[in-house]
């Protein structure tokens, strides 16, 4: 049983920094695809980030730069810091996991087999 656990979200003032991090449970984390996602309230899940064994990266254009996914495969977990955040930035902020996408396919929710319970990051302006 694969299991994700989120942490870090928080209330933040706008332009301020948090750091999310995912920890998975069960299966071969270092082969998994590991991506972010974020769902705002009446709004669609919406993709942010992901990155695969190999360290490849790939970003939503609304970073813009200001979010960085790592992973570190010793501790089984992928972080998102995310810097110079907006209030439009507020949302859960979900991790997702898969053992096999292809890469057109990374950035659609309905293709990760495993989710975590989402964190809260609030954004104040």
């Known amino acids: 049983q694969v299991q994700l656990v989120e942490s870090g979200g928080g209330l933040v003032q706008a332009g301020g920094s948090l750091r999310l991090s995912c920890e998975v449970s069960?299966?071969?984390?270092?082969?998994?695809?590991t991506a972010w996602f974020r769902q705002a309230p009446g709004k669609e899940r919406e993709f942010v980030s992901v990155?695969?064994?190999?360290?490849?990266?790939s970003y939503a254009d609304f970073v813009k730069g200001r979010f960085t996914i790592s992973r570190d495969n010793t501790k089984n977990t992928v972080f998102l810091q995310m810097e110079r955040l907006e209030p439009e930035d507020t949302a859960v902020y979900y991790c997702?996991?898969?053992?096999?996408?292809?890469?057109?396919?990374?950035?659609?929710?309905?293709?990760?087999?495993?989710w975590g319970q989402g964190t809260q990051v609030t954004v104040s302006s």
């Open positions: 069960g299966g071969t984390f270092s082969s998994y695809i």
């Open positions: 990155t695969d064994r190999y360290r490849r990266t």
């Open positions: 997702a996991a898969d053992a096999n996408l292809i890469l057109s396919s990374r950035r659609m929710s309905a293709q990760y087999d495993y």
